[in-house]
């Protein structure tokens, strides 16, 4: 039995299905991780005495990203990419600890706030051999098919 905080990242040719459908997969999940932000939001709103509706996106922004930090943290995935059975690796094939999940998360909303970033992202995310987006080409991380656990 391997120990899944020792092996290395999965060769894009050798090793394909690691890195198929990531990127569409990486967009579906954010969306699902958007309701869920949106929902937790909202349960929040009544307990700012309903103020929260006059800064809703700032509130939204904070929840997002304390949501996938921890989430990430956690599971190496958020819970959108959970269910569409993806997680985030680091350079050397460990899980994301705490550290990691924090500067991906920074530097995604990083790109959020700097539009030309994220277009930069997207781009990536389509056309490399890994699926990369700008935050994983820095931290040197990739987003992979969940392997199978036995």
């Not at 943290?73 to 959108?80: C, I, P, V």
């Given at each position: 039995?391997?120990?899944?905080?020792?092996?290395?990242?999965?060769?894009?040719?050798?090793?394909?299905?690691?890195?198929s459908d990531?990127?569409?997969?990486?967009?579906?999940?954010?969306?699902?991780?958007?309701?869920?932000?949106?929902?937790?939001?909202?349960?929040?709103?009544?307990?700012?005495?309903?103020?929260?509706?006059?800064f809703?996106?700032?509130?939204?922004?904070?929840?997002?990203?304390?949501?996938?930090?921890?989430?990430?943290?956690?599971?190496?995935?958020?819970?959108?990419?959970?269910?569409?059975?993806?997680?985030?690796?680091?350079?050397?094939?460990?899980?994301?600890?705490?550290?990691?999940?924090?500067?991906?998360?920074?530097?995604?909303?990083?790109?959020?706030?700097?539009?030309?970033?994220?277009?930069?992202?997207?781009?990536?995310?389509?056309?490399?051999?890994?699926?990369?987006?700008?935050?994983?080409?820095?931290?040197?991380?990739?987003?992979?098919?969940?392997?199978?656990?036995?």
């Amino acid at each position: 039995m391997t120990d899944m905080n020792t092996w290395h990242l999965p060769d894009p040719h050798s090793q394909p299905e690691f890195y198929s459908d990531v990127a569409s997969k990486r967009l579906l999940a954010f969306v699902i991780d958007t309701v869920i932000v949106a929902l937790v939001s909202l349960m929040i709103v009544p307990f700012t005495a309903f103020t929260g509706l006059f800064f809703f996106p700032a509130l939204m922004a904070v929840v997002g990203f304390v949501y996938r930090v921890i989430t990430i943290a956690t599971g190496s995935a958020t819970w959108g990419m959970r269910i569409l059975s993806i997680e985030f690796r680091t350079a050397t094939g460990a899980r994301f600890g705490l550290t990691e999940a924090f500067l991906h998360t920074v530097g995604l909303n990083v790109s959020f706030a700097v539009f030309p970033l994220q277009l930069v992202s997207v781009i990536l995310m389509a056309t490399t051999e890994r699926g990369q987006g700008l935050s994983d080409m820095v931290l040197g991380s990739v987003a992979i098919n969940r392997p199978a656990r036995y």
